[in-house]
């Protein structure tokens, strides 16, 4: 191929591949059981699947309305009423979109300019950062508290300053599987107000909350929903990640500035999945009880991996377990997940990309989404390193 004949300076010039994508690839070369990337492997509901086909056939196959069909919308809007208490209007402060990291992606560029700080909460979710760099604003870090992954408040406050646009939260907490309480949410709450922040909400493993916990959902707290943008996944909710899609919620001054945005991202969704996805939601038991559906296996997985080396961190919500390996070795994350999945057939993923520095703690995170006969093997495995 011939050289390029200009000069380009990368936007993103410290960004390599996902670790998602590498540590995948890697399971496939030496095929590992995939516990690193954040998907199931049993099947999507037949009746949902269905429903899609059903509406292919009645010929809902053209574009959908730019802010998505109004039937899911206000399926969302009812829901999101029935389970917080809050009121959107589904016409102005409801949004489909394609997958929650589209979503993020939007909400972060229709309010971030340059030179504007966005606060993010390590470890984090691997789209915040080079989303807030590709539209010129400044990231700063606050690191949650090992080994529970709580909020340093004090940390937090300091890190305010006259600059600071937005605070990215995420409960439950990808990769650490910890929850924000009702304390965290209202010390938020005061934060923001008296700040003038905009908060962006990632909550799109609200349904997977374990132990009796509540989903402090920031759509609870009218002060703060006032000033948040909400993400939700319809992909984490019914199994169905390949579908990418996903939804925001925020009050319609806030609203009116992401629809400018998104128009010209995706402009619309995949219109029968939608459609499909508004039937289903009629029934509520298609989504309150999927907490209940993964903690119980998370709870096989955890016994299954208790006379192991590895110590457990207590996973309270999404479907990650967290382990530490530091009683097996003294290697750093990324070098023993890569050793992990070629010797032992099990692809995991390790904590320090999540941190911009790399902090190793020797902690390496792994997907219980999965069939109880894949769970066994891994944890067979597993149990005679």
């Not at 700040?195 to 609870?220: A, N």
């Not at 911009?356 to 944890?379: M, S, V």
């Amino acid at each position: 191929m011939n050289k390029f004949p200009g000069t380009i300076t990368s936007k993103l010039p410290q960004m390599g591949t996902s670790i998602f994508a590498v540590m995948s690839q890697l399971a496939n070369e030496h095929n590992a059981i995939n516990l690193a990337q954040g998907f199931p492997d049993f099947e999507v509901s037949a009746e949902l699947i269905s429903s899609i086909n059903h509406y292919m056939k009645e010929g809902y196959n053209q574009y959908a309305p730019m802010p998505g069909i109004p039937s899911l919308r206000k399926r969302i809007a009812q829901k999101v009423k029935a389970m917080y208490g809050a009121d959107y209007d589904p016409d102005t402060e409801v949004n489909i979109t394609a997958g929650a990291t589209q979503a993020i992606y939007t909400v972060i560029s229709s309010i971030i300019r340059d030179e504007d700080e966005v606060i993010v909460l390590e470890p984090a979710y691997d789209s915040y950062v080079p989303a807030v760099k590709l539209n010129g604003g400044i990231v700063k870090y606050t690191q949650l508290s090992a080994p529970d992954f709580r909020i340093d408040w004090e940390q937090l406050y300091r890190l305010v300053s006259h600059r600071t646009k937005m605070i990215i939260i995420n409960t439950p907490h990808n990769p650490s599987g910890s929850v924000l309480g009702k304390e965290d949410i209202k010390r938020l709450e005061k934060l923001v107000k008296e700040q003038d922040l905009i908060l962006l909400s990632d909550e799109v493993y609200e349904h997977l909350i374990y132990d009796g916990l509540r989903h402090e959902s920031v759509c609870r707290y009218p002060d703060l929903a006032a000033r948040s943008f909400v993400v939700g996944s319809f992909g984490k909710t019914f199994h169905a990640t390949g579908w990418k899609m996903g939804f925001v919620l925020a009050p319609e001054i806030l609203m009116t500035e992401f629809r400018k945005t998104h128009q010209f991202t995706v402009f619309s969704c995949n219109t029968p999945v939608q459609h499909a996805i508004a039937e289903f939601l009629k029934n509520k038991k298609n989504y309150t009880g999927i907490g209940a559906f993964f903690q119980k296996k998370r709870d096989y997985f955890v016994d299954l991996l208790k006379d192991s080396r590895f110590r457990i961190i207590p996973s309270y919500g999404t479907y990650f377990q967290c382990v530490d390996y530091s009683d097996i070795s003294d290697e750093a994350e990324l070098d023993f997940a890569i050793r992990l999945t070629k010797e032992n057939g099990i692809a995991s993923i390790p904590l320090s990309p999540f941190y911009h520095n790399g902090k190793d703690q020797q902690t390496i995170r792994l997907c219980f989404a999965k069939n109880e006969e894949t769970l066994k093997k891994a944890a067979e495995i597993l149990c005679r390193i």
